[in-house]
């Protein structure tokens, strides 16, 4: 199932680690929206459960080429199940992976490209910048202030490339967050 351009209610929430996505997407849920969380985070929590090796800090290779798949499968899920007609809101994207695999310079390959292409969320994308006021490392989220900066820019290199727009949510109040997105989505 394709969906055009513009016209679909596929949102990606993103930006660089520890600016406040999860909490704005817990309040979007909060107010009855659909919500898909993070696959970045369950991943890396699954693979410390086992020992495993699909990790950022181990094997950056096979962590970006699951997540990628993951985040497609999730992607694919959504869409094949959706019967409504209101926005679904997703913490990251399979473009996300993308963005991961130009961080360590790892290539992407031409079906990776073309799907990212071709398989759209919706145009609009909202991007929370970086916010050292609330930024924090833990046991999934290892990078450095810098790095978490480098991060949001790539982002924005990353989902340029591919035509979407960004909307860069400002840094207030998660409640503010929530209206910001909902009312620039109402404005498009």
Known sequence: MKHTKNH???YIITGGPGVGKTTLLDELKNRSFSVVPEIARELIQEQQAINGDFLPWKNKKNYMELLY?????????????YTGTEPVFFDRGFLDALCCAALEGIPVTNEMKTFAET?????????????????????QRKQDWNEAVFTYNKMIQTYRSYQYDLVEVPKTTVTERADFVLESMSTK
């Open 8 to 10: 679909n209610p596929f």
């Open 69 to 81: 798949q993951r985040s497609v499968e999730s992607f694919e899920k959504v869409i094949h199940g």
């Open 119 to 139: 398989t759209r969320y919706n145009n609009q994308v909202f991007i929370l910048p970086p916010w050292k006021d609330i930024y924090q490392t833990d046991a």
